[in-house]
């Protein structure tokens, strides 16, 4: 195994230099999982500390605590002088780090990636290329500025991860098993790159589990279980009494056929542990065990001789004798360890008084001598198209009882639809809102509104006594019928006078205004019928003649359809259509993005930078935002000039106030990001967001023949207040004082949505 790096060597004395990560009874829990558990060490400037452990022992934990991702449930961790927890910002511009999964950006280049990463760290222009072209030159990845990141090799993407981890020339480096996954060659020519930055001046905080990698390192810990188990530099881990205790000695044998003489070797009195080392075999024994005793014992022929020699115990035996000591004792030898130095100071570890007992092999450990007798040959079985289909069955199970949001998507979506549908959605339209401009105020004229009123088709919502308020009630969308009865509306009927009543109806929404136009001209004639009663053409008085002295209703009424006379649905729907796509498109896009990110560990990469919070949501949401303004501005191309929807209303204001629409649903898309872990569960989270949107918002049923709750719930949802003011614009031709209650709901929702969403949104794991 490769020794200590010359390189490393610092000139200042061990025990003078300043700690510059201080660890103090840290530990973290995950609900009732102990990740890290009363872990204590120092590490001083300049070490090469590598942190060893098998894997879900705590050490990419403790790399999140160290570099404020991730609080600690308790203890304390300080970096350079700053508590991780409450100063994780300042430490962040002075660390580097390398996760254990590569996070740069695949699709970006060695470049973009690099140059990226020096604008994250504030670098001025020139500063960055200073600073680029120092990493490339350190790395070596000079030649290949051009090529896409994803397309690099293992061992040139770690290079890359560590050209932009340096950047900003920092004073520590955490590496997160930096060298997994990678070809010998690679992690040679990585550590030759480490050994040079420890050379600079440089901490390095480095996790692995190569035992390899461990005896390169200054110092080293290794936490097993949770616990950290033993802290010092090599040399002085080795020479613990705990690991060779009095009486004892390490042997290395060579041995014709290693693994079949290895049980045996377990059985000989006095070996408390031998395991396989390459074609040898490691023991830990007796020094009364001579080379004589073994070859009795093995039985070995004269023809196949024996070598047997004492060794100084390595690293790995290190760690797997005080490892067992553990696992005997139920707990970290000697109790917690005390805070242990890394850079100077004892090794701490198990006390001698642990020491290895001489434990007998289990039976499961020892090989028949016996050769086991070949089972007799059988027919092969017979290939079913329906083979593994158990299998598969219990696996696609497991995979949906762990994970809840699908269960809830299966379970409560189809009851949601169903109640939406069966209990919220009516087609039949009745109490359309209605507001009566009566300029006669008469006994006949009251009749006529109280008749209006008795369909229950109309809703009548108030009276107004000026023609601005009756015009601006339409308008605005308030009232979707107005009622104008004219001044001699009572006069004319008493002269036996046709009387036109005008009826004024948004015809905006076609199902609406043709249900206002029938119930209109219904109500003409009935109410005509009743007071032509008792009176025929022939008697010499008629109910009512017309201008031409003609026998004639005697109330005519006159409906008008505004805005859509040819009751087109297209006007009606399409409208609403961008407001349904802009929110489709931005709440996808915004939810997806940054969930992949977390997926793909880049959003993490970009927590432990000192990027603010307010930047990394602007810098992810603001190119969003400008997708969808350019979305709606071709949808509502394709409104004017493929299904002709004239734009009646002010342009810019639509515009404005598509911006204040755009901003809430981009929060809405970052508020599904704080829910969502995986893209599965975002897609599931906006899939739930607009089928209320879709169904609720009056996009495609009217919300006024809802039930009171639902209908009060439509207010809580954006897209219904962005429909109103699409519609209001680009039908009604209304302006800013016609909207100004849809303009106040839409802020509310924008304002409580992104409050929500920045609230949930967190510079940390968890």
Excluded at 248 to 264: D, F, H, K, Q, T
Excluded at 375 to 388: E, F, I, K, L, N
Excluded at 584 to 592: D, E, G, P
Excluded at 640 to 667: M, Q, R
């Amino acid at each position: 195994m490769a020794t200590n790096h010359p390189e490393v060597t610092d000139p200042t004395p061990a025990d003078h230099r300043e700690p510059v990560i201080v660890v103090e009874h840290l530990s973290r829990r995950f609900g009732k999982l102990t990740a890290v558990d009363d872990v204590s060490f120092t590490v001083r400037r300049g070490a090469i500390f590598g942190l060893l452990g098998p894997n879900g022992s705590g050490k990419s934990t403790i790399i999140r605590m160290l570099c404020g991702v991730l609080d600690p449930s308790s203890g304390r961790a300080s970096v350079l002088g700053h508590d991780a927890a409450r100063e994780a910002e300042q430490i962040k511009r002075r660390i580097g780090y390398m996760s254990q999964k590569f996070s740069l950006y695949a699709d970006l280049s060695v470049r973009e990636n690099i140059e990226f990463y020096g604008r994250i760290y504030g670098l001025d222009a020139a500063r960055l290329e200073e600073r680029a072209r120092a990493v490339e030159e350190l790395t070596g990845i000079g030649d290949r500025l051009d090529q896409l990141a994803g397309t690099l090799s293992g061992g040139w993407k770690q290079r890359l991860a560590l050209a932009c981890a340096l950047i900003h020339e920092p004073d520590v480096v955490f590496l997160d098993e930096p060298t997994a996954g990678i070809d010998p060659v690679a992690r040679r020519d990585l550590w030759d790159l480490l050994f040079e930055l420890s050379g600079r001046g440089v901490t390095l905080f480095v996790t692995t589990h190569y035992m390899d990698e461990a005896e390169r390192c200054t110092d080293v810990g290794y936490i097993h279980m949770s616990k950290l188990v033993m802290c010092g530099r090599p040399d002085e881990l080795k020479q613990l009494p705990a690991v060779t205790p009095a009486g004892m000695r390490r042997w290395e044998i060579e041995v014709p056929s290693p693994a079949e003489n290895l049980s045996r070797l377990r059985e000989l009195p006095g070996v408390a542990d031998a395991t396989l080392f390459g074609q040898t075999i490691h023991l830990l024994a007796s020094e009364q065990i001579t080379e004589a005793d073994v070859t009795r014992h093995l039985a070995l022929r004269t023809q196949s001789p024996l070598v047997m020699r004492a060794i100084a115990p390595s690293l790995e035996d290190v760690f797997v004798t005080l490892t067992r000591a553990q696992e005997r004792s139920g707990q970290a030898p000697g109790g917690a360890p005390k805070p242990a130095e890394a850079g100077g100071g004892q090794a701490a570890a198990a006390p001698a008084s642990i020491g290895i007992e001489h434990s007998t092999p289990a039976p499961t450990a020892a090989i028949a001598a016996k050769p086991t007798p070949v089972a007799a040959a059988r027919p092969a079985p017979v290939s079913r198209s329906t083979d593994g289909l158990l299998a598969m069955l219990l696996k696609e199970f497991s995979h949906i009882r762990r994970e809840p949001s699908t269960i809830f998507f299966m379970l409560v979506v189809p009851v949601l639809q169903t109640i939406i549908f069966g209990y919220a959605i009516e087609t039949e339209i009745e109490d359309i809102p209605t507001v009566v401009y009566d300029l006669d105020g008469r006994r006949a004229a009251r009749e006529l509104v109280e008749a209006f009123r008795n369909t229950r088709t109309f809703l009548i919502l108030e009276h107004v006594y000026d023609e601005d308020t009756f015009r601006r009630s339409i308008s605005s969308g308030r009232a979707k019928v107005g009622v104008r009865i004219p001044p001699d509306y009572t006069e004319r009927l008493l002269r036996r006078q046709q009387v036109q009543v005008q009826v004024l109806i948004d015809g905006s929404d076609s199902q609406v205004a043709t249900t206002a136009l029938n119930a209109t001209n219904l109500l003409g004639v009935a109410r005509s019928r009743g007071l032509a009663i008792g009176m025929a053409e022939t008697l010499p008085q008629v109910p009512a003649r017309d201008p031409l002295g003609h026998a004639a209703m005697p109330i005519e009424m006159r409906p008008r359809l505004l805005y859509n006379p040819d009751l087109e649905s297209s006007h009606f729907f399409v409208p609403g259509l961008v407001g349904i796509i802009m929110q489709l498109v931005t709440l996808f896009l915004t939810s997806f993005a940054i969930v992949r990110e977390r997926e793909l560990g880049t959003l993490e990469q970009l927590f432990v930078t000192p990027v603010g919070r307010l930047g990394l949501l602007l810098g992810k949401l603001v190119p969003y935002a400008m997708v969808g303004f350019v979305e709606m501005l071709i949808v509502l191309t394709v409104m004017v000039y493929v299904f002709g929807v004239p734009i009646n209303g002010s342009l810019g204001l639509l515009l404005a106030l598509s911006t204040l629409f755009l901003v809430c649903a981009l929060g809405l898309g970052l508020f599904v990001s704080t829910l969502a872990k995986t893209q599965l569960q975002a897609m599931q989270f906006a899939f739930l967001m607009m089928l209320p949107s879709v169904l609720l918002s009056g996009f495609v049923f009217p919300r006024n023949e809802m039930p009171a709750p639902i209908y009060a719930l439509s207010y809580a949802i954006p897209v219904t207040y962005f429909l109103e003011i699409l519609r209001g614009v680009v039908l009604r031709g209304a302006d800013f004082l016609d909207l100004v209650p849809q303009v106040v709901g839409l802020a509310v929702c924008t304002i409580v949505i992104l409050a929500l969403a920045v609230q949930r949104f967190r510079k940390q794991l968890a």
